[in-house]
Structure formats: structure tokens, C-alpha cells
Nanobody
Framework: QVQLVESGGGLVQAGGSLRLSCADSGRTFSSYTMGWFRQAPGKERDFVAAITWSRWSGTSTYYADSVKGRFTISRDNAKSAVYLQMNSLKPEDTAVYYC??????????????????WGQGTQVTVSS
């Protein structure tokens, strides 16, 4: 059973930084897609960032326009972990952040339906 466990959420002032981590169960595949999504109170869950990797095509990253230039997604294959570095945080970034994974390079890394596994979520609160 695949498990994704997020950590690193918390309360931060506007302009501050947080780093989210997502550890998976150490699966080893020739390719994958890992993503971060977020859900603010009363809103739908939205795409934040994704990273794809394969031995043949290397790494690609994708970002929502709202976080481009402020957030960075990365992956440590040796630790089976994906990270989301969040800088210049704004109150509108407040949400529960979810990690997601697929055991292939998905054709639509921004689409929730392309992911097979989800974490339980971690709360990020940005105060003004």
C-alpha cells in the first residue's frame, strides 16, 4: 500500500517562507509524477505544482500562475521525497496542501484525476 505523508505546514506571516515535504513509501519506478494541490476553505482543490521524471526524459516542472516565481518543487530520489519551497507567502496561500503521486509521467500533471495516490494534507496559514 502506497503512503504519502506530508509535513512542514504551519503558521507564518505574510512574506515569510515554508518548506513542505512529502515522503512516499520508497517505491522505485522508472518514471513518476508528483504534485502539490491545495484547498482553501469553501473552495475547490486546485493545482499548485508538479514534477515529472524519467530516466529517459529527465525532470520537468509545472506551476500554477499564482505561485510561479515564488514556489519551487523538487524531488530527492534517494530519499523518496518531494518538496515544495514556498517563499513570499501571501494570505491567499492559506489552505490545506496535499501531496499526490502517479507511477508514470501523466499527460496532464495539472489534473487531479491523473494522480493515483494522495496524502492526508497539511495546513498552511499565512497571516497578514
Amino acid at each position: 500500500q502506497v503512503q504519502l505523508v506530508e509535513s512542514g505546514g504551519g503558521l507564518v506571516q505574510a512574506g515569510g517562507s515554508l518548506r513542505l515535504s512529502c515522503a512516499d513509501s520508497g517505491r522505485t519506478f522508472s518514471s513518476y509524477t508528483m504534485g502539490w494541490f491545495r484547498q482553501a476553505p469553501g473552495k475547490e482543490r486546485d493545482f499548485v505544482a508538479a514534477i515529472t521524471w524519467s530516466r529517459w526524459s529527465g525532470t520537468s516542472t509545472y506551476y500554477a500562475d499564482s505561485v510561479k516565481g515564488r514556489f519551487t518543487i523538487s524531488r530527492d530520489n534517494a530519499k523518496s521525497a518531494v518538496y515544495l519551497q514556498m517563499n513570499s507567502l501571501k494570505p491567499e496561500d492559506t489552505a490545506v496542501y496535499y501531496c499526490a503521486a502517479a507511477d508514470r509521467i501523466t499527460p496532464r500533471p495539472r489534473a487531479q484525476s491523473d494522480y493515483d495516490y494522495w496524502g492526508q494534507g497539511t495546513q498552511v496559514t499565512v497571516s497578514s
